[in-house]
């Protein structure tokens, strides 16, 4: 009982989040950046005026392409993104960096999301391949509201390739 009090006691001692950090950095294509600026977006840590700072850094940076994979509940979109990119890895002999964005839905029942599409995924386990599961957050939608500025994001990091894999067809309404 005393280590339950104690991590409960640790747990409401209000402490704050780290300062998301600055959206110009992102340039630098650091991973772990990157990995905090994203939760920062899902947790409506930036002002107005950083996302219009976000936007206007990320437009015109690159013109990476944004590949959108969506379907129903055991289509084999993890799958399909996986042997997308193994051809791509092996086609440019690892040279090329892809993100993968990997949505999955809230549930209704239990308002929780199981983010466990890498495990169906073997080719992610390379360098220059940085994947990120995040959950809609809300389960009458079928992509999180802050995708655009995640995605915004995840460009100004300057990747080859975005892939972003969703729930859609039969489990939403098909926003990707």
């Known amino acids: 009982q005393g280590m339950i009090d104690d991590m409960l006691k640790r ?3 209000g402490e704050q989040r780290a300062e998301p950090p600055a959206l110009a950095s992102l340039k630098g294509g650091d991973r772990i ?3 905090r600026a994203i939760t920062a977006l899902e947790n409506s840590q ?3 005026a950083d996302l219009a700072q976000l936007a206007e850094l990320a437009d015109g940076v690159t013109d990476s392409p944004i590949l959108g994979i969506t379907g129903t509940g055991g289509a084999g979109k ?3 993104t996986d042997e997308i990119i193994r051809r791509f890895r092996q086609d440019s002999k690892d040279s090329l960096t892809i993100a993968v964005l ?3 839905p809230t549930r209704k029942k239990t308002g929780g999301a199981l983010l466990g599409d890498r495990i169906r995924m073997n080719a992610i386990g390379h360098s220059n391949i940085f994947m990120r599961s ?4 809300d389960a009458s939608v079928e ?4 995708l655009r500025e995640i995605i915004q994001a995840i460009k100004l990091s300057g990747f080859d390739l975005i892939i972003v894999e969703t729930p859609g067809i ?3 309404d098909a926003g990707i």
């Open 170 to 172: 039969g489990q939403g």
């Open 78 to 80: 993890s799958s399909t």
């Open 46 to 48: 930036y002002k107005q």
């Open 102 to 104: 990997a949505i999955d």
């Open 33 to 35: 950046l990157l990995t």
């Open 134 to 137: 995040i959950a809609t957050r």
């Open 143 to 146: 992509i999180p509201q802050q």
């Open 11 to 13: 747990c409401s001692s």
